[in-house]
């Protein structure tokens, strides 16, 4: 696995498309980091197993907890890509509501607004048929992003569970990716910055074309 960044406190580990993030019938992503580095790893927030990207794994239970303490009071940014073949409902905005539980463990978004899941995001085409999006949410509730997408007509390329499955079957992954992070702990700044590297369509040149002026995403919400 890739280590992006190596602090004293936490580490910031890239995690690839297609792997559980904990362990089911074979080693999770977190097991296989901890191998990797030969010391326990704390998971302080998850990625699904078909989204890549960064992700932050504490060394020791105190920085989990404050890890913790900060995702619960909303003072990390994140910042996802997603592609759909599917134009949205609207270009840009908010996609707030509730989430319930569907049928096959799937999520559906709900018009109350009692605990809402709240996403946003900006979108621009790509290629042929190809809609690029980049999305910050405010909350971080399960599928949150797959089903925010799905509510706009553009669920996730790849995605076999919101998007038609023959369609997302034929796809090399699902185009979900953690880009960016954004935080700040024990007085100290941080912010990364990983571009997806797994997926024809994630790694086209007008990807890397639209991710040039997409570097410091912050800068764009």
Known sequence: MIIVYDHEN???TLKPAGVNFH???????VVQ????????LFPVHRLDKMTSGLVILAKNSETAAQ??????NREIEKYYLAISMRKPKKKMGWVKGDMASARRGDYKLLTTMENPAITRFISCALRTHERLFLIKPHTGKTHQIRVALKSLGSPIAGDERYAASEEARKEERGYLHAYALRFRLNDEEFH?????????R???????????????PWKLF
């Open 33 to 40: 980091v901890s191998k990797q580095l030969t010391i326990p």
């Open 23 to 29: 362990s089911e019938e074979e080693a999770g992503f």
């Open 67 to 72: 890890f913790g303490k900060m995702f619960e």
């Open 10 to 12: 936490f580490v910031i």
């Open 202 to 216: 994630f790694t086209s040149a007008a990807m890397k074309e639209r991710l040039d002026g997409w570097s410091e």
């Open 192 to 200: 990364f910055v990983a571009p997806p590297d797994e997926g024809e």
